[in-house]
């Protein structure tokens, strides 16, 4: 009989376990963070220029996360405005607001929503 090689696993059997147990607590904070981002992403959007929405009739501000959905299970949301002008207005056609106004908010807060997910998990893991 030629000899076998037996791998030790317990090391990644209690890990795995571990991640188990913690993962629910992980994602329930991640589901959290992400849903006050959506919503810090929509008042920004929503308030006065120079940060957000042009105000020349106030229908794009008042108008804009009308829309917002939240998917828990796939950590998701989507919100926007169903008016057709405010992707020209993102393009800067309004001097009120620069161009890119909404993906500049969108992406000073994604930045600092993964800082907080990666706080976030980093402490679930080391209790």
């Known amino acids: 009989m030629a000899d076998s090689i037996r791998i030790d696993t317990s090391d990644v059997q209690r ?31 929503k308030s006065p220029p120079p940060i957000g ?33 405010v992707p020209l207005l993102n393009e800067g056609h309004s001097q009120q607001a620069p161009a890119g106004f909404i993906d500049t908010i969108v992406l000073r807060e994604g930045i600092l929503l993964a800082d907080k997910l990666g706080a976030d998990i980093e402490v679930e893991f080391r209790e």
């Open 15 to 45: 890990e795995v376990a571990f991640f188990n147990t913690v993962y629910p607590l992980v994602r329930k904070r991640i589901w959290a963070d992400i849903r006050k981002a959506t919503i810090k992403i929509i008042q920004q959007v």
């Open 53 to 85: 929405m042009p105000l020349d009739t106030r229908r794009a501000r008042n108008d804009w996360g009308s829309q917002a959905e939240f998917n828990e299970e796939d950590l998701e949301t989507v919100h926007g405005s169903r008016l057709d002008y």
